[in-house]
Each structure stands twice: as C-alpha cells, then as structure tokens.
C-alpha cells in the first residue's frame, strides 16, 4: 500500500575483526563472531541475514576455543569510554556519511568527508562515531576499487581479491596494509 523506504544500513560496510574458523582474531585471548568478524565465509559481497549464521555457528565454535584456551599472562587493559557527539554534530556526521560514503563512493566526496570530520574533532573532541567514520573514510580511499559493497565512481573496475587491514596505530593517518584472500 505504501512504499517501503530503502537505505544503506552502518553494517553494509563488511568490516569486522579478521577471525579464523574458530573465531580467534590477532590479538591473543580475542574472539569475534558474527556481525562484529570477518571470517571471510560469505566473500566480499556479505548479505545482511548472514551474520545470523555466523554467529550461530561461529559462536559456538569460538565459545569452544576460548573456553579451551590457557588463563592469559597479560594484564586486562584499561577501560576507555569515548565521548558522545552532541545530537547536532552527530546529525551533521551522519548526513555527511549518508552524502559521501555510501552506495556510490569518489575521492571528492571521500576527502570532503575527511575534512567534515576533522572539523566536528577540533569542535567536539574525538569520539566513537567519529573514529568510525575516519576508518572507512580511510579505508574507502585506500581501496580504489569497486569491490562487494564498496563501489568507487573514480574506479569502477576490480582488482584481484584482497583484504584491507586498517591498524589504529597513528589514528589521524590510520595505517593501511593488503593482503591477498
């Protein structure tokens, strides 16, 4: 009777821990599993109802291995909250997520992006939704290429299958590395 509005949803980005088949990711003692993994079972072009399961299975797989697994020798790290945004720059972000990074991506767009989020930084102070945002940004215009759900305007064609890594070493210009699938 009426049409049902149609957008690109936070997950479409297909990011996540990079986890083997039993949920461990790089970092000794972490596990991931569904939405938040990578597993790489569901390629490049992962739809939404997937994660479902991989969080069935994968999570009673890594549940499995964690439980299995040694009492770390490493101290817990401290515990981080990040600040919020305040409603209006969070509205400001999101529009300039929605205009710049979603289904059709450029390099124009993507570095107006940047500078959008450097500028509600040195208004409001780093917060989450804005670390989130500068690691697509980076990554969108680390891979220019279209891949999965990430379509580049500036570079409709495919490369060979690889996976991008983002590292929070140096967060204002976050590292970028590739490695084949």
């Not at 670390?131 to 305007?153: C, D, K, M, N, Q």
Request: with cysteine; net charge neutral.
């Amino acid at each position: 009777r009426q049409p049902i509005p149609v957008a690109p949803a936070g997950h479409y980005h297909m990011g996540g821990s990079a986890a083997d088949a039993d949920g461990r990711t790089s970092l000794a003692g972490l596990y991931a599993a569904g939405e938040c993994a990578a597993t790489g079972v569901h390629g490049a072009n992962r739809l939404a109802s997937n994660s479902l399961l991989e969080a069935a299975v994968f999570g009673a797989r890594a549940g499995r291995a964690a439980a299995a697994e040694p009492e770390p020798a490493v101290r817990p790290l401290a515990r981080v909250i990040a600040s919020d945004l305040p409603d209006a720059a969070l509205q400001t972000l999101r529009s300039a997520m929605s205009r710049d990074a979603g289904v059709v991506r450029d390099e124009p767009g993507l570095s107006r992006l940047q500078d959008v989020i450097d500028g509600l930084e040195a208004t409001c102070g780093r917060s989450a939704p804005l670390v989130t945002a500068r690691l697509i940004v980076a990554s969108a215009l680390a891979r220019v290429e279209s891949r999965g759900g990430h379509f580049r305007a500036d570079h409709p064609e495919a490369a060979a299958p690889r996976r991008t890594f983002i590292t929070l070493a140096e967060l204002d210009a976050p590292a970028v590395r590739y490695a084949a699938e």
